[in-house]
């Protein structure tokens, strides 16, 4: 992958680092009411459950966060774009849509049909 590309991945990264950073920030300040605010039973249990999802998606979104940090090391130290399976680069194409993979399409697609048997 030419210079141009791997910086264009590096500062697509970087933004969307920076846009999960900014949405964790937004949870910690949300999660400041408690239980306790909500005298009636309904509006609580609306409240634990909205809580609850949002826990999920946070969760998520760590794990995306992790896997960003991950792929800007790769692209310090030049493995980006190559398949962690085969070697193989990785196409633009599958960058744009999923720029954190480590798997090319072909060993992607070969994992989730081992997974789909139950092997591996």
């Known amino acids: 992958m030419d210079k141009e590309k791997t910086e264009y991945?590096?500062?697509?990264?970087?933004?969307q680092l920076g846009e999960l950073m900014e949405e964790a920030g937004k949870t910690l300040n949300d999660?400041?009411?408690?239980?306790?605010?909500?005298?009636?039973?309904?509006?609580r249990?609306?409240?634990e459950s909205s809580r609850?999802?949002?826990?999920?998606i946070r969760d998520r979104?760590?794990?995306l966060i992790m896997k960003i940090k991950e792929?800007?090391?790769r692209i310090e130290d030049g493995t980006f774009g190559i398949c962690e399976e085969?070697?193989?680069?990785i196409s633009e194409k599958r960058?744009?849509?999923?720029p954190v993979t480590t798997l090319c399409i072909k060993c992607k697609e070969a994992q989730e049909e081992q997974e789909k048997h139950g092997v591996g």
Do not use: Q
Request: proline share 5%; glycine share 2%.
């Open 52 to 56: 609850n999802f949002l826990l999920r």
């Open 71 to 73: 792929a800007l090391d």
């Open 86 to 89: 085969c070697g193989e680069e």
């Open 9 to 15: 991945f590096k500062a697509l990264l970087i933004n």
């Open 31 to 43: 999660m400041t009411v408690t239980a306790s605010d909500f005298p009636d039973p309904t509006d």
């Open 61 to 63: 979104e760590r794990r």
């Open 95 to 98: 960058l744009e849509v999923r």
């Open 45 to 47: 249990a609306s409240w």
